[in-house]
């Protein structure tokens, strides 16, 4: 079962909100990611977690803010955001950080107005 | 530098017509791994298939085959007997086996082709 499961589907949120992404699988996979797509173009790495330690963070502004609670989970923290961070918001897992296979779930569509 | 060149940008057929999407890469490693992502109008990314840079095989799974040649740095993508089910945004991907920081594998992403599969 390659399953990532990520909520919400949609979210639409005002510049001075707070709100969070959530990531869950359950294949036991050990390596999580975030990225960020924008219409028409390919995922853009944010963020990669290591058996639970934050190893990759791509220059992402701090008005994101990633947190892997435990194994299975992995959160996107969001405050303060601009228009221009409207996108889709990709998880993604892989067994480990060098397994060669990433699955991802099915995104978060953001509207930042 | 590593790069992954679709250069279809987009590609209009009609259903049951045969299509290939094409792939080329650059890289300077000589171990490394290519992939193809479908991407949906819903927005999942879904694997397709991984290709290690070793093996050369082709390979068939239903209608969808691929063709690596490590000669011409491409591996391109079939599908026979199109349907309407495989519009998507179509992405080649290649992940490099030199490790960076932490030990993660990052993928390098074309910019994707646009299948439309019309009735």
């Known amino acids: 079962d390659t399953e990532v499961t990520q909520t919400p589907k949609h979210l639409v949120m005002g510049m001075t909100n707070k709100k969070s992404l959530k990531c869950e699988q359950h294949?036991?996979?050990?390596?999580m990611y975030w990225y960020k797509q924008k219409a028409k173009k390919p995922p853009e790495l944010m963020f990669v977690?290591?058996?639970?330690?934050?190893?990759i963070n791509e220059s992402v502004p701090s008005r994101f803010s990633p947190e892997c609670p435990n194994s299975s989970l992995l959160n996107l923290h969001l405050h303060a955001l601009q228009p221009e961070d409207s996108a889709l918001y990709l998880c993604?897992?892989?067994?480990?950080?060098?397994?060669?296979?990433?699955?991802f779930g099915p995104g978060t569509r953001l509207l930042v107005l | 530098a590593q790069k992954v060149t679709q250069a279809q940008t987009e590609i209009s057929v009609v259903e049951k017509e045969d299509v290939t999407l094409d792939c080329v890469y650059e890289?300077?490693?000589?171990?490394?791994?290519l992939f193809w992502y479908k991407q949906p109008p819903s927005g999942e990314l879904v694997f397709l298939i991984r290709?290690?840079?070793?093996d050369e095989q082709n390979e068939i799974s239903g209608r969808y085959s691929w063709n690596f040649q490590k000669s011409t740095s491409s591996f391109n993508f079939t599908i026979t007997a199109s349907q309407v089910v495989d519009s998507a945004v179509y992405f080649c991907?290649?992940?490099?086996?030199?490790?960076?920081?932490?030990?993660?594998?990052?993928?390098?992403w074309g910019l994707g082709t646009s299948l439309a599969v019309n009735p």
């Open positions: 991907a290649l992940s490099e086996h030199t490790y960076n920081a932490g030990n993660n594998r990052k993928l390098i």
């Open positions: 294949m036991g996979h050990r390596a």
């Open positions: 890289t300077r490693d000589t171990t490394y791994y």
């Open positions: 993604a897992s892989s067994q480990g950080p060098g397994e060669k296979t990433q699955y």
């Open positions: 290709r290690n840079s070793f």
């Open positions: 977690y290591s058996y639970e330690k934050l190893s």
